[in-house]
């Protein structure tokens, strides 16, 4: 009988345990994002918790932080939460004049691994973790959820919405105009943005063409200097950031083509210079990847003399290389190393 009662408590003890681990929380928030040309606003979203709690995700009126980046954060529940697992949205796209919406089961096992995993501070080296699910909603129902922290991330869902019809009365009880007038103002975009988009229009392939991967790599060529850090924003919405022990392996990776890249690198007296391209020429850089073998190595190499001039962006792929050239060379600065309080 002993051995029964001790047995249930051992199985007792597990069973807690796993639940435990199962309900693991974080600190994290919600946010929306939508391309620049392309403003969106949330009528209804929500992603529902491991636990059976749920949080809503913000918006403003109009919503355009630029694809992959945050848009409104809005404090809400506790702090700690368990992992998301299930996300529902209807959004209205203004410049579609429609509205989508759809449901979905997140990958849960994809998420627990990286909450798990964990992020690090690089300009701290202190362990750190994502603190953001970022949901993005662009042309055409594409939609694309990301996790953020400390400039690193990484998309872990793409799903396809369905076009949908809202009342107006319901989307907004106080307009006084009809959808298309409405969503026309809350589209209105900046006269350099209305310049872009008069150029392009609607695009529906392009978050598409945004998530093709190339293997590449960004890299240093400078006399007595030693490369430290890079940041690396891709078009496709992720962003990685290489430092300590993953800059010294600096390995090719599947990588999506690049719309910011900002170089860290040493002197011999540790003085630190920090050379940023932000951003890039998107036709160009498109047009100068599409010259390349895209499961050969690419290496973009930024090049200088010992005292920093002759500065010149190149992409080489073994003994073929071409320069990038529509990007700002004078955007260098020095960069003051963190200093812990």
């Known amino acids: 009988m002993k051995k029964l009662i001790l047995y249930l408590f051992l199985i007792s003890n597990i069973l807690v345990s796993c639940q435990n681990k199962a309900m693991q929380k974080y600190n994290w928030l919600p946010t929306s994002s939508a391309p620049k040309l392309y403003p969106t606003e949330i009528y209804n979203g929500h992603l529902y918790l491991e636990d059976g709690n749920q949080v809503y995700i913000p918006t403003s009126a109009s919503n355009n932080p ?10 809400q529940g506790e702090d700690l ?5 299930k996300l529902e949205i209807t959004w209205a796209s203004f410049k579609e004049n429609k509205f989508y919406t759809g449901s979905w089961d997140l990958p849960v096992e994809k998420i627990k691994q ?7 501070d690089w300009r701290t080296s202190k362990p750190s973790n994502y603190n953001l699910v970022v949901v993005g909603c662009a042309p055409g129902g594409v939609v694309v959820v990301w996790l953020y922290g400390d400039d690193q991330q990484i998309e872990i869902a793409r799903f396809q919405a369905k076009e949908t019809q809202i009342d107006m009365k319901d989307f907004s009880p106080y307009a006084q105009v009809p959808q298309n007038e409405y969503f026309k103002t809350l589209g209105e975009l900046t006269p350099e943005l209305r310049k872009e988009f008069e150029k392009k229009g609607i695009q529906y392939d392009i978050w598409e063409i945004y998530r093709k991967k190339y293997n590449w790599r960004a890299s240093i060529e400078i006399p007595s200097h030693n490369f430290q850090n890079v940041n690396i924003e891709m078009y496709n919405g992720e962003e990685e950031t290489l430092f300590n022990e993953s800059i010294k392996q600096n390995p090719f990776k599947q990588r999506a083509i690049p719309r910011l890249i900002s170089y860290i690198f040493e002197d011999k007296n540790g003085k630190q210079t920090v050379f940023e391209i932000k951003y890039f020429d998107e036709e160009e850089i498109f047009s100068l990847f599409k010259k390349f073998d895209k499961n050969q190595p690419i290496e973009i190499i930024l090049r200088m003399d010992e005292n920093l001039g002759n500065r010149k962006l190149v ?7 071409m320069l990038i050239q529509k990007i700002d060379f004078d955007n260098m600065w020095e960069y003051k190393k963190y200093k812990a309080k």
């Open 315 to 321: 992409m080489k792929q073994g003994g073929k290389e």
């Open 81 to 85: 939460k368990a992992i998301p697992v």
């Open 66 to 75: 630029g694809w992959g980046y945050s848009g409104s954060l809005h404090s």
């Open 114 to 120: 990286l909450f798990e995993k964990g992020t690090t």
